[in-house]
Every structure is written in structure tokens, then in C-alpha cells.
């Protein structure tokens, strides 16, 4: 099991630019999460998938970032245009099952630390 | 809006010594858990608690959720240095949403 994967690990680009990062969750999970870390704010829920389809969208930070999930194998999480106070670590983590006992852990990918100058 | 607060933000103790960190909120999570991150990398599930006043061990780690299910706490025995870290708790709600504490840095000097 490859775990969960997300690429970039890094970027660095300029202001304005636009930013897609992907994440390949781990087999046979259905819900998926994007989360944002940075010191002064720590790890904020972004938004977050069930089966593919977005639940709660409401940590998205306003409309320059989007996320979709057209499959279940595949995500982006997209900034348009970028701004520097974006620069953060973005994780993106998978989970099998929804709220089951013993079924919510969830298994984080190593994050792409974004910077945007 | 659920929030999770942790305390203390940071710790640094020496080897051998014991330590408790804390995970408060005013709102009830159907689950609570705890999570480790080093640096460079996502953080790792170290235990899940479900039930108020359930208590696990895991080695020297002791985690207890409170019985109204709204905190837990963390109690390291002997600490050591490979205990150096970020400890996360995150609460999961009723929609099933995960919301993490701002977190506890422990650095555990030799």
C-alpha cells in the first residue's frame, strides 16, 4: 500500500499564478480531505469528500480555491489567482468508511509546502 | 462553530520526566483522537477514544476522553526523545467532519 499520495511535495511560484495540487487517496477509501497548516493558524479543514461528492466546503477560504474529485481515485485542490498569504503546507488525507466505529482514522499524505512569492 | 483548544502550546522537559497535554472544547464529538506529525511529514493516528470516560494505553501513552466527550488528555510516562513532536487532537462531529487543536510541540531533551 503506497499510501496517499499528493504532488507536489514542493512549489514555489509568484503572485498571480495559478497553483493545482493532487492527491491519490489510498484504495477503497471514500472519504477524502484537504487541509491547510500553517504556525499561526495550525491545520485548518479546507473541505472534504464522501464518495466523490464535496460535503462541507465551508473552510474553503474564499473563490480563488476550488477542489474537485472526479473519481475515486483523484483529487486537486486548485488557487486562482495565488496570493503570498496562501503559502502553507496543503495535506490531503483519505479515511475508509463514514464515522463507523473504528472506521474514522484518517491516513495523511507528506503535504506540499507551497510558497508564493 | 467547533473548536478544539490544546494546551500547553509548547513543552520542553527533560528525558525521563512525565508530561499531560490537554484537548478542550464546549462541544460534544462522537469520536476524539490523537495524532503525532515530524516535521517534513502528515501527522500519524496514534489512538482513536469513542466512548466518555474511556481510557487506552499504548506503551508509555495514556489518552482519556472526558465522560461528556468534549476533552481529552495525553499523559506521557518517562518521556524520551524519540517523543519529540507535534501532538494533534481532532474531534470527529456528527457529519463527519474531522476538525484538528492547534496542537501541542513536545521536545523531550536528552
Known amino acids: 500500500d503506497a499510501g496517499v499520495i499528493q504532488s507536489p511535495r514542493h512549489e514555489v511560484t509568484e503572485m498571480g499564478q495559478e497553483v493545482t495540487l493532487r492527491c491519490k487517496p489510498i484504495s477503497g477509501h471514500n472519504s477524502l480531505f484537504w487541509y491547510r497548516q500553517t504556525m499561526m493558524r495550525g491545520l485548518e479543514l479546507l473541505i472534504y469528500?464522501?464518495?466523490?461528492?464535496?460535503?462541507?466546503d465551508s473552510g474553503m477560504p474564499e473563490d480563488r480555491f476550488s477542489a474537485k474529485m472526479p473519481n475515486a481515485s483523484f483529487s486537486t485542490l486548485k488557487i486562482q489567482p495565488s496570493e503570498p498569504r496562501d503559502s502553507a503546507v496543503y495535506f490531503c488525507?483519505?479515511?475508509?468508511?463514514?464515522?463507523?466505529?473504528?472506521?474514522?482514522?484518517?491516513?495523511f499524505g507528506a503535504g506540499s509546502r507551497l510558497t508564493v512569492l | 462553530t467547533q473548536l478544539l483548544e490544546q494546551s500547553p502550546q509548547f513543552l520542553s522537559i527533560q528525558e525521563g520526566e512525565n508530561l499531560t497535554v490537554y484537548c478542550n472544547s464546549s462541544s460534544v464529538f462522537s469520536s476524539l483522537q490523537w495524532y503525532r506529525q515530524e516535521p517534513g511529514e502528515g501527522p500519524v493516528l496514534l489512538v482513536t477514544v469513542v466512548t466518555g470516560g474511556e481510557v487506552k494505553k499504548l506503551k508509555r501513552l495514556t489518552f482519556q476522553f472526558g465522560d461528556a466527550r468534549k476533552d481529552s488528555s495525553l499523559h506521557i510516562t518517562a518521556a524520551q526523545p524519540g517523543d519529540t513532536g507535534l501532538y494533534l487532537c481532532a474531534g470527529e462531529t456528527s457529519y463527519d467532519k474531522v476538525i484538528f487543536g492547534p496542537g501541542t510541540s513536545l521536545s523531550v531533551i536528552p
Open positions: 488525507a483519505s479515511r475508509a468508511g463514514q464515522g463507523a466505529l473504528g472506521a474514522n482514522v484518517l491516513t
Open positions: 469528500f464522501n464518495n466523490n461528492v464535496p460535503i462541507d
